[in-house]
């Protein structure tokens, strides 16, 4: 299985423009995962999807932040208009629920700089 | 409040065993011990997991003290590799929520 795979891996961009950050998760996996890293706040969760429906946005910084998964294998997190404290390394992951445990696997992050 | 409490760094040479603790001693009855590391620049990697029993796969060990509130992670034999930030995190599973990372332990394998 190749995994999680997000995209892009870096992305610069300047105050103001919108950011897209797109992620497949693992096939048959059921839920997905938005997190993001900082120095100042380390790994927090934005956001989860189960069987592509949004369970928990609660970790959702601000209105200016989205997120979608139109179906089982893709997940897209928006930002608009995206600010230099939105400068941060965003992870996915996915895992199967259900199976018990659901060890939640993770992608290889994004790294966003904002202008 | 953080649910688990580790040292923030540790040393280990290589070639011996890495032995990682964790204090959860609120930990309840139906949360699972996880544990992950990140090494830099990379997303978290799944290490391992138990609820009371110990675990062993081809990365660790897990061993659970009988009263589960505390654990400690066994790389058994260190390489420079397994040096990584080290998570071990409580959580219920069953699709209830997302992971909470700590601060982590910061382990440096030094050669």
């Known amino acids: 299985d190749a995994g999680v795979i997000q995209s892009p891996r870096h992305e610069v961009t300047e105050m103001g423009q919108e950011v897209t950050l797109r992620c497949k998760p693992i096939?048959?996996?059921?839920?997905l995962f938005w997190y993001r890293q900082t120095m100042m706040r380390g790994l927090e969760l934005l956001i989860y999807?189960?069987?592509?429906?949004?369970i928990d946005d609660s970790g959702m910084p601000e209105d200016r932040f989205s997120a979608k998964m139109p179906n089982a294998s893709f997940s897209t997190l928006k930002i608009q208009p995206s600010e230099p404290r939105d400068s941060a390394v965003y992870f996915c992951?996915?895992?199967?629920w259900g199976a018990g445990t659901d060890t939640q696997y993770f992608g290889p992050g994004t790294r966003l700089t904002v202008l | 409040d953080a649910k688990t409490t580790q040292p923030p760094s540790m040393d280990c040479a290589e070639g011996r065993a890495a032995n990682l603790p964790c204090n959860h001693s609120?930990?309840?009855?139906?949360?699972?011990v996880y544990w992950y590391r990140q090494i830099h620049s990379q997303g978290p990697q799944y290490i391992i997991h138990?609820?009371?029993n110990n675990e062993t796969n081809e990365m660790a060990s897990l061993i659970i003290t009988e009263d589960r509130k505390s654990s400690t992670l066994i790389l058994p034999h260190a390489t420079l590799r397994d040096t990584a930030v080290y998570y071990c995190?409580?959580?219920?599973?069953?699709?209830?929520?997302?992971?909470?990372f700590g601060k982590g332990t910061h382990l440096i394998i030094q050669p």
């Open positions: 995190i409580v959580y219920s599973g069953g699709g209830a929520d997302g992971l909470t």
């Open positions: 609120t930990i309840s009855g139906n949360e699972y």
């Open positions: 096939s048959g996996h059921n839920s």
């Open positions: 138990g609820l009371k």
């Open positions: 992951a996915s895992s199967l």
């Open positions: 999807f189960n069987n592509n429906v949004p």
